[in-house]
Nanobody
Framework: QVQLVESGGGLVQAGGSLRLSCVVS????????MGWFRQAPGKEREFVAT????????DYADSVKGRFTISRDNAKNTVYLQMNSLKPEDTAVYYC???????????????????WGQGTQVTVSS
């Protein structure tokens, strides 16, 4: 059974930083790409960042490019999202996600992922 557990969310002032973590269990973590998404109240879930199985390639939504960094530690079965220069519009529940297939290099769309964490709340005050 594949499980994803996020942590690291919280309340931070605008301009501050947070690092989210997502620990994956129940599969060989190092074989699969990973992604981060977020959902703000009243809005649809949106793509934030994705990373290949090796960590050699990453991609970001334009809204977070240059401020957020996705990384992974395959020895710890963990993917991270370092968030700097946070803005009030970054307020959302953040989810990590994993695909079913190890053939997927990176994914930008929700339907490309099959396993989701429970989410962690990030609130940025102005």
């Amino acid at each position: 059974q594949v499980q994803l557990v996020e942590s690291g969310g919280g309340l931070v002032q605008a301009g501050g930083s947070l690092r989210l973590s997502c620990v994956v269990s129940g599969r060989t973590f190092s074989r699969y790409a990973m992604g981060w998404f977020r959902q703000a109240p009243g809005k649809e879930r949106e793509f934030v960042a994705t990373i290949t199985w090796s960590g050699s390639n990453t991609d970001y939504a334009d809204s977070v490019k240059g401020r957020f960094t996705i990384s992974r530690d395959n020895a710890k079965n963990t993917v991270y999202l370092q968030m700097n220069s946070l803005k009030p519009e970054d307020t959302a529940v953040y989810y990590c996600a994993a695909p079913y297939s190890d053939a997927q290099a990176m994914g930008h769309l929700s339907f490309e992922y099959d396993y989701w964490g429970q989410g962690t709340q990030v609130t940025v005050s102005s």
